[in-house]
């Protein structure tokens, strides 16, 4: 099942909803680089509520969609990661830097608004 | 000299079968000399300096209760009454701080005393007198075992209990403001501690939704590697949770501790004290704390 890309605003969202195959990841992430060039997003949340591993493939792809999406010029937020998949990675010593991380979307689309703030008073 | 050349044959090991009239005859004995027998007990006790923690009219009185329940022991061999009399002794003098030691030492008194005073009754029948050691003897180490032994058990649940209830009350996670948690830890931190503490505050920043975390160590007297590895990583994952967590109250002798083992604390946010640690949180947050100097003067207000 592919994963569900809204558009929020200038945001874009992608709640994970199950535990993905490989061939899952690489689609969101083309399809994430697809979207935030077609809809000028400034930046996208990540939700991986739903997830109870996230493995260093997952990690990895993680990364990679942030890095890519970037370089379209969007700041990429991971949310709602749960505290045993938290504790789990670290022992794994699975990072997500440079990645920002947030509670939940709420909490997500507020560090998205703090990162953009400046572009928005240079008057994009 | 009959009695004797009947008993002697027997091996001593085979005590079960023992004539309950003997038992009968040694139970109405120490019924008859009760007052005596726990007079004496009471004086022992005192000179052995035993039971320092109780007053001489307390000790008296759980000798009487020990005492008649010792010879209801050994007259029907059941020593389940006993057993619940000495839990429940246990479980008051264990407050009071009585050793192991004290317990089993008074036993061992009263199971002396009580053959000391039937040497010195069945004197004139060597015979007889055998044979009512016989029957006494594994009766009272019976009872002797189960009083230690119910003493010890009492203590061990006593012990149990207080563990769950410390590792209950070891690790609050208090909210101190909107979007802010302290955890305060105190005393040693195992890595067993460590990773309890990790699942608390994990659970308290997703219920409290929390934004920052200060973690206060004033009362932590010494910390190792392993543990010094389990601080950095709670905080990488409050960071994958999106909190981020500030460190308080590193003791000088900590501070050392951790720079000598080598540990990577760069990405740690440390700060002195737990004040400049909540201040730190405050500015991280966003809020301004302004000082009323007018109500902090007492100047009531308006």
Redesign the interface.
Known sequence: MAVPILKQGDYLIASIQAALTDSEVLGLRDDLADQVGKFRSRGIVIDVTALDVIDSFVARSLRTIALTARLRGAETVI?G???D???A???FEL??EPLQ????LE??IT?LQGATRGVDEDGR | MERATESLPQPPLKAPEIDTSLLRELVAYLRQGRTELRDEWVRRITDAQLLGVMTADEIFSEVTAVYDNYVDALETGSVETLQAYARDLSERIIRRGVETHEVLGIVLLLRDVLARSLFVHYQDDPGFLNRILDAYEPAANRIAVTVGVSFVEERERVIREQQAAIRELSTPVLQVRDRLVILPIIGVLDSQRARQLTEQLLDAIQANRAKVVVIDITGVASIDMTVANHLVQTVKASRLMGASAIITGLSSGIAQTLVDLGVDLSMMRTVGDLQGGLEEAERLLGYRVIQDVAAASGVPPE
């Open positions: 949310v990661i749960q505290p998949v938290a504790v990675m670290v022992q990072n997500l991380t947030a509670l939940d909490e997500g560090v």
